[in-house]
């Protein structure tokens, strides 16, 4: 990961920038995201232990709902946010840490087959290279019964509203001031094809964000 240069600027930017906005989000969104990982510690293994990986974890906005004594595993493309996560693990001590992993979504190679629980995505597959490689990453590293929980923000349903050909215009600023960030993506659609057992999906409409981002899914996947 490039740390210096222009580009190493940026995503230091980025990654503190992101760390203040995250707090914000979480406040608007906190209703949903306990709602969201509420059933999470149904997942944990037959000795009552649960083994979670965060992809895009950013700086670490969702450890507060997290079950007590779970392990998380951390894992991002952007090697600056490792000091707001160590000061988010401080604050959130009902966790254990295994790591930090500075790979992107499509690339988990160093976690094994079928090792995890749970694995946890919000706000990420927007940006990712490619979704369907992520998910099916998610797949291989989840144990058979895992789950993988995710929230998302989409491309508005209606083709044919002032909102999708909004989201259509501005996707190119956007792109470029959110580091790769899409308003476009049907990520629904993604899910359902990539091939778990079960798949339960919401869509909502986030309140009291930016209007092009209100179109939201959430929910979780069992393999």
């Known amino acids: 990961m490039e740390r210096t240069g222009l580009n190493g600027a940026f995503k230091r930017l980025f990654a503190a920038l992101s760390y203040n ?23 944990a293994g037959e000795d009552g232990t649960m083994r979670l990986l965060e992809i895009g974890c950013g700086s670490g906005a969702n450890f507060q709902y997290y079950p007590d004594g779970c392990t998380v595993i951390c894992s991002d493309p952007n090697a600056h946010f490792d000091k707001y996560l160590r000061k ?30 749970v694995v946890v995505c919000t706000l990420v597959l ?28 989409v491309a508005s349903e209606r083709s044919s509203s002032w909102l999708y050909i909004l989201q259509h215009v501005l996707e190119p600023l956007w792109y ?48």
């Open 126 to 153: 927007c940006s990712v290279r490619n979704v369907g490689e992520v998910l099916q990453e998610v797949r291989r590293v989840l144990k058979t019964g895992g789950a993988f929980y995710f929230l998302e923000h």
């Open 21 to 43: 906005s995250a707090f914000i989000y979480n406040e608007k969104m906190h209703e949903f995201k306990r709602e969201l990982f509420r059933n999470m510690p149904r997942f």
């Open 88 to 117: 988010n693990m401080e604050e959130n001590k009902h966790l254990c840490y295994e790591g930090f992993l500075v790979v992107a979504g499509e690339s988990l190679e160093h976690v094994e087959d079928a090792s995890l629980d």
């Open 176 to 223: 470029c001031l959110g580091e790769g960030c899409t308003l476009t993506r049907t990520t629904w659609r993604d899910l359902e094809a990539a091939g778990f057992t079960q798949l339960y999906i919401e869509h909502i409409t986030a309140p009291k964000v930016s209007t092009v981002i209100k179109p939201h899914i959430m929910g979780y996947c069992i393999k």
